[in-house]
């Protein structure tokens, strides 16, 4: 997800976007810490950064 995607997003589909964000980055590390492997290794830092860059797009917005 590209920041110029989410700027162009709704504010209500932010929303529903990073809940949604949240609740893979939950799931992901659950598999992990209960000794699981993911499919993708990579996949947790993908969605830490995607919750970075809705945060960093929500706050642009309230500032203006």
């Given at each position: 997800?590209?920041?110029?995607?989410?700027?162009?997003?709704?504010?209500?589909?932010?929303?529903?976007?990073l809940e949604?964000?949240?609740?893979e980055?939950?799931?992901?590390?659950?598999?992990?810490?209960?000794?699981?492997?993911?499919?993708?290794?990579?996949?947790?830092?993908?969605?830490?950064?995607?919750?970075?860059?809705?945060?960093?797009?929500?706050?642009?917005?309230?500032?203006?």
């Amino acid at each position: 997800m590209r920041a110029k995607e989410i700027r162009a997003m709704s504010e209500e589909d932010r929303a529903k976007a990073l809940e949604e964000m949240r609740r893979e980055l939950m799931r992901e590390r659950g598999t992990v810490a209960m000794g699981g492997t993911t499919s993708n290794t990579m996949r947790i830092r993908e969605i830490r950064k995607n919750i970075a860059r809705i945060l960093t797009v929500e706050k642009e917005v309230q500032q203006k």
